[in-house]
């Protein structure tokens, strides 16, 4: 039964993988069995010989993903060096905390390139490749502002909400195709990213209080979601936002 789990000779083709979630999820899927081609502004060796020593193959591409024109490139490459891709894994976001008053439009433009366009974009050069191979995954990392507002953070929660949204348009066009477009939402997770909400008391406890698993999430809470959606055992999921958040929407 563990066999459709398996992703032993399929390669991923992961953004955002240097800490964090995406390096927990990352390592998953090397460990059920994928090469795994990471790509990040800054070269992780660390990520890379964890990858490595799971018998697989990794390698890391250095490239700003707000740097749009050249996600053609960037894929061509890593096609080159695999020979194909089967799962594209879109985890790179970036964060900017502003009044939406004072909101400054150069972080606005930067957070919408890196968490949306580059995510669309990524969506397109990869999935042309897996239209012409008939087959293929694409899981891209939503958040709880793809359904709620927040507080200071406009960009992140209009990008986040784009991503939920054209996912299932991209679902409607290629799951007969024979290719899986879904989003994992993560809730509240102890990251880099979320270092002030967990140093403000008042509004951890706030969170915590609606958290029913009562924690905060982690790292590695995201792989189970994330190799799921890479393997076989999903092959009739389509369009759809898994949420991994303790329960915080069902609240």
């Known amino acids: 039964m563990l066999d459709i789990f398996n992703l032993q000779g399929k390669t991923a083709l992961f953004t955002g993988a240097n800490r964090g979630l995406g390096k927990a999820m990352a390592i ?3 460990k059920a069995g994928a090469n795994v ?18 018998g697989v ?22 096609e080159a060096d695999f020979g194909r ?18 909101f400054p439009r150069q ?5 919408i390139d890196v968490n949306m366009n580059a995510v669309f974009f990524m969506c397109q050069e990869v999935g042309k490749r897996m239209l012409a191979q ?27 909400g784009a991503v ?28 880099e990213m979320n270092t002030a909400l967990m140093a403000d008391a008042t509004r951890s406890r706030q969170i915590m209080e609606r958290i029913p698993a009562g924690r905060w999430g982690k ?16 092959d009739y999921v389509n369009g759809t936002i898994i949420t991994v958040d303790g329960g915080w929407m069902g609240r």
């Open 28 to 30: 998953g899927l090397a």
């Open 85 to 102: 891709i089967d799962i594209l894994v879109n985890n790179a976001g970036v964060q900017s905390r502003h009044k939406a008053a004072e």
């Open 57 to 78: 193959c990794g390698k890391f591409y250095v490239h700003d993903l707000a740097d749009i024109d050249g996600i053609p490139a960037l894929v061509a490459k890593v």
């Open 134 to 160: 008939k087959s293929g995954k694409i899981i891209n990392i939503a958040s709880l502002l793809s359904f709620q507002g927040g507080l200071t953070v406009p960009a992140y929660a209009a990008s986040k």
């Open 219 to 234: 790292p590695q809470d995201m792989v189970g979601a994330a190799i799921y959606l890479a393997s076989g055992a999903s």
């Open 164 to 191: 939920a949204q054209f996912t299932k348009s991209l679902s409607n066009e290629w799951a007969s195709q024979g290719i899986n477009v879904n989003c994992i939402a993560p809730g509240y997770m102890d990251t």
């Open 107 to 111: 972080d606005w433009n930067y957070v």
């Open 37 to 54: 081609a990471v790509v990040g502004r800054t070269p992780d060796q660390d990520v890379i010989d964890q990858i490595n020593t799971q």
